[in-house]
């Protein structure tokens, strides 16, 4: 994994000073702590953090040029089937290195952008052509590695993080409508960033600029093919041989590599298909040692005994998450606030100290039904007696105190959004379940009118005639993109160390995807065709206990430690009518119901003004 930075100058003007220049890329230092390069042409400089993986050796260090200088690469990344593709090559083409990044270069240069299709990995990369002008960018299938791009009549600006693109000078406007969806989604559900001409290169496609013109293509169409004619094939042998080619694909480093371990069903797996091919490996998990209501770490250290690795149990204080709290929101350069970012980024942060690459089970809940709202759009879906009596104590719900802090304020606010999306219409519950603030309580938060978001509205669409499969797929492309591998990336970058996530193989995720829905989940059972190969592997408390999932004490935390510096500092009523971006007395109404007795989820709206206000006065001063 490293970091990657690039300004092109489309007119005559200048291109940021290498001081400048340097400068934005030293932003990235994190991703990169290993090695740094910056090479210059007339229209175009690249700059390069490395953080070394594979072939450690000043050799692998970027920019990559090729023998003739001809070609120059800037690659975040791995390409899993590297050796796959030098075996191709490597009677043309004299290597210097045993890296993966050589192996691109010339891969590219041989097959120029239709070779992308060909690539395993997850990547962002940007290959220059001196003697065409040509530029090509390019992000991997499903957004694992992030590029952001910016561009204006004079230039195009393209880095791994957007505050690299920020120390570049360019100008910082707020994008109204994407903050009025991060206030619903808690996170940039679309390629639009938060600020005007900032966005993301789109997952599975490519940029081209020759000679100052630009032009962006799909390299990468998913399967649209559903089939239940599999049953024949045996989809349990073929899923499970798919899964292990592609962890196998994924140990191979030349640096220490272990597993995050939760006890939870997909790093479960993940560590037990790893096991057997290291017999070593040592596995990680936290736990709260203050809050046992969201420590699961007794279940990581049952899952580790019962497989044989070498576990690590963070035991940590309510004292040392805040600490980490703060340089969160420090590393944040995009409005973020997804909370579990919290406790991914302390694991991260303690795993560092033992391995530089670590295997997780992310991607897994949104390809096979995982999360506890594809149960419930299941369930609305297809009815029964317990769907009818959740239905109809929707009012008793509703009355009721709600908070995910106790058990029975946890029930009590999972039975209410249950009666509540049932009585929703069959195509709007996509997005009922999507949101974190309904479209209402977003535009009464701001002060300024926002146009219709008619640009999400494709989410809804095929949902109801595709049942589970079309909330899946939409959560593939928003949830998964948006959400998850965004804190992945982010949390595990801030910390020097490479995540790589096994369960979005291309070949493995266009596998699954043709699996009709009785395969993942139906009245008894999610995750059904892993729960049907991996049960008798495991410790059978892995699929049989609730999914839990990866929590922090926001609540308590507001309430108590931080309630002075919310009031005094992030949520100050002065600051707030000073900005012009909030309604202060709509932030008046929230703060009260944080301390009221039937808080709901209200903690989860004060956290996602804290990233903002964070955010906001870091960047714009």
Not at 261 to 273: A, M, P
Not at 475 to 504: I, T, W
Request: include cysteine; charged fraction near 25%; proline fraction near 3%.
């Amino acid at each position: 994994m490293c970091g990657i930075l690039g300004a092109f100058s489309k007119n005559s003007i200048d291109l940021p000073s290498q001081e400048v220049f340097k400068g934005a890329l030293d932003t990235l230092h994190k991703r990169g702590p290993d090695a740094s390069g910056i090479v210059s042409f007339p229209k175009l400089r690249l700059g390069h953090r490395r953080l070394s993986i594979i072939d450690t050796s000043p050799g692998a260090n970027q920019p990559f040029e090729d023998n003739t200088k001809r070609y120059t690469l800037v690659f975040n990344g791995e390409v899993y089937n590297y050796r796959t593709l030098k075996a191709e090559l490597v009677s043309k083409y004299d290597f210097k290195t045993d890296s993966d990044t050589e192996v691109l270069l010339y891969h590219l240069i041989e097959h120029g952008e239709r070779g992308i299709s060909q690539l395993n990995g997850f990547f962002a990369f940007a290959l220059w052509d001196a003697h065409e002008e040509k530029l090509l960018v390019a992000r991997d299938r499903y957004g694992i590695k992030p590029l952001y791009i910016y561009e204006d009549e004079d230039q195009l600006c393209f880095a791994s993080e957007m505050k690299a693109i920020f120390a570049l000078g360019v100008k910082k406007e707020l994008n109204n409508v994407a903050l009025f969806r991060y206030l619903q989604y808690n996170y940039m559900p679309t390629e639009e960033g938060i600020i005007q001409g900032v966005n993301k290169l789109e997952p599975a496609h490519y940029l081209k600029l020759i000679k100052g013109q630009k032009s962006i293509h799909s390299y990468f169409e998913p399967s649209s093919q559903k089939t239940d004619s599999l049953e024949e094939k045996n989809p349990q042998k073929s899923l499970d041989a798919l899964l292990r080619r592609s962890v196998e694909r994924r140990m191979v480093a030349d640096v220490p590599l272990g597993t995050f371990l939760s006890g939870g069903v997909d790093s479960s797996i993940i560590t037990l298909l790893a096991k057997e091919l290291k017999p070593n490996l040592q596995t990680f998990s936290i736990g709260y040692r203050d809050e046992p209501m969201f420590d699961e770490s007794a279940y990581a250290q049952r899952v580790a005994k019962h497989i044989g690795t070498k576990h690590h149990t963070f035991n940590l204080s309510n004292d040392i998450l805040l600490e980490n709290m703060q340089e969160v929101l420090e590393y944040t350069d995009e409005p973020f606030a997804d909370s579990s970012s919290l406790a991914v980024y302390t694991l991260c942060k303690y795993t560092k100290d033992h391995i530089t690459v670590a295997l997780s089970g992310d991607g897994s809940d949104e390809m096979f039904a995982g999360y506890n709202k594809h149960r419930a759009a299941y369930l609305a879906k297809h009815g029964g007696l317990k769907t009818q009596v959740a239905r109809w104590g929707g009012p008793l719900w509703r009355g009721l105190p709600k908070s995910r802090s106790t058990r029975f304020g946890n029930v009590v606010r999972q039975l209410d959004r249950f009666a509540r999306l049932c009585n929703q219409d069959e195509n709007d519950r996509y997005l009922y379940l999507a949101r974190f603030m309904t479209d209402q309580n977003a535009r009464k938060l701001l002060n300024r009118e926002i146009g219709d978001d008619g640009v999400m509205q494709w989410l809804n669409q095929s949902i109801s005639s595709k049942a589970i499969s079309g909330f899946l797929d939409k959560d593939l492309k928003m949830v998964l993109e948006g959400d998850m591998l965004v804190k992945v990336d982010r949390m595990s970058m801030a910390n020097s160390l490479e995540v790589r996530v096994p369960f979005l193989d291309h070949e493995f995720v266009e596998y699954v995807r043709q699996l009709e829905d009785k395969y993942k989940i139906d009245a008894r059972h999610q995750k059904k065709i892993l729960r049907d190969v991996y049960y008798n592997q495991l410790p059978h408390e892995v699929f049989d206990r609730a999914k839990h999932g990866f929590e922090v004490p926001l609540l308590k935390w507001f309430r108590n430690e931080l309630k002075s510096k919310i009031d005094n500092h992030w949520l100050n009523p002065e600051q707030i009518a000073a900005q012009g971006i909030f309604n202060v007395k709509e932030i008046d109404r929230i703060k009260k119901q944080l301390m009221s007795n039937n808080p709901g989820d209200v903690q989860y709206d004060i956290w996602k003004l804290i990233v903002f206000q964070n955010w906001y006065n870091k960047y714009f001063g």
